[in-house]
């Protein structure tokens, strides 16, 4: 499986940005997927997840402002993110992985991950 992310960029805080993630291959609806994030300096940490029945799970600090979604049908990802503020920016990745029972907040419970899209809000 390749993911490949995208929809990144500068945003003033307040605004919203819609990250993509698109996945090769032929069993994308049965994956759990997820989107992380690595500000500088820092570890890798969880945002949202999603599972191939649709079940999401979102890290505390995003509840409210980001929505997770996937469109089987493209095998495409999404993370509609708004209310941005300047501690969102990062780098954000997305995560795939064919297991349906696996621990979503950690980055080692995926096998499959993109390379990564910069999302800047200024302040």
């Known amino acids: 499986v390749q993911l490949q992310a995208s929809g990144g960029g500068l945003v003033q805080a307040g605004g919203s940005l819609r990250l993509s993630c698109t996945a090769s291959?032929?069993?994308?609806?049965?994956?759990?997927m997820a989107w992380f994030r690595q500000a500088p300096g820092k570890e890798r940490e969880f945002v949202a997840s999603i599972t191939s029945g649709g079940s999401t799970y979102y890290r505390d600090l995003v509840k409210g402002r980001f929505i997770i979604s996937r469109d089987n049908a493209k095998n495409t990802m999404y993370l509609q993110m708004s209310g941005l503020k300047p501690e969102d920016t990062a780098v954000y990745y997305c995560?795939?992985?064919?297991?349906?029972?696996?621990?979503?907040?950690?980055?080692?419970?995926?096998?499959?991950w993109g390379q990564g899209t910069q999302v800047t809000v200024s302040s």
């Open positions: 291959g032929r069993t994308f609806s049965t994956y759990t």
């Open positions: 995560a795939a992985d064919p297991r349906q029972t696996i621990i979503e907040r950690i980055s080692a419970s995926y096998a499959y």
